[in-house]
Every structure is written in C-alpha cells, then in structure tokens.
C-alpha cells in the first residue's frame, strides 16, 4: 500500500554534499516495525545499499559509506532523506527509497521509489 518517490537535484558538482528526500504516502514512518531505506546502482553495475532509518529513529550505514553518509526524517512531513557527502563522479547513479523489513537484510524489500538518476561531474 505504500507509495514512495525520491526527489532532489540531478546534478551535482564533485565536492558537494548529495542531498534526496524520499517522501512516503499511504503509511507512516513511525507506524509499524519498518525501516526506511537508501539503494543506489551505478551505471553497469549492481545494486549497492546504502543505509536506513528505523520507525524509532535508529540508523542503520553500509560500512563503506560510513563516514560519508547520514540519513534523517521529518515525520511531520512523513519524509526521510539522503546526505551524502564529498560526492565523486563515482557516486553517479540511480538512487532509490525503498521500504525494508530487517534492520540490515535486503530481503525483505517490499516498496520500492521509481528512483532517480544523480550526476556527479564537473
């Protein structure tokens, strides 16, 4: 029943901080043992998770992006966002919003974002 969509700019300038928001409808973030997560997939290559947000505000971070990436909510909006930092033009991709069932297990994935393609270059 959940519908999700990401927006946010399409290109970016290496350096810069990434910057998604994935607004949710249908279902509240805060309702229900749900976590609310980021997926990207460079072009050519797999899908690569990148983290979540918890119903209750915990946050969950792939350990290579660890130091890069920071994911929060407005629940007043019903919105979760990306930030991504010191982008590269190895962090173009299509992003997504998906929904997930487990804290760190990709199996669970039930709702998915259509995505959006992010640019990084000069």
């Known amino acids: 029943q959940a519908q999700l969509q990401e927006s946010g700019p399409g290109l970016m300038k290496p350096s810069q901080t990434l910057s998604l928001t994935c607004t949710v409808s249908g279902g509240s973030i805060t309702t229900g043992v749900y976590y609310w997560s980021w997926i990207r997939q460079p072009p050519g290559k797999g899908l690569e998770w990148m983290g979540a947000?918890?119903?209750?505000?915990?946050?969950y971070y792939s350990p290579s992006l660890k130091s890069h990436i920071s994911i929060s909510r407005d629940t007043s909006k019903n919105q979760f966002s990306l930030a991504l930092s010191s982008v590269t033009p190895e962090d173009t991709a299509v992003y997504y919003c998906?929904?997930?069932?487990?804290?760190?297990?990709?199996?669970?994935?039930?709702?998915w974002g259509k995505g959006t393609l992010v640019t990084v270059s000069s």
């Open positions: 947000i918890a119903y209750d505000g915990n946050t």
């Open positions: 998906a929904r997930q069932t487990t804290a760190w297990s990709t199996v669970g994935m039930d709702y």
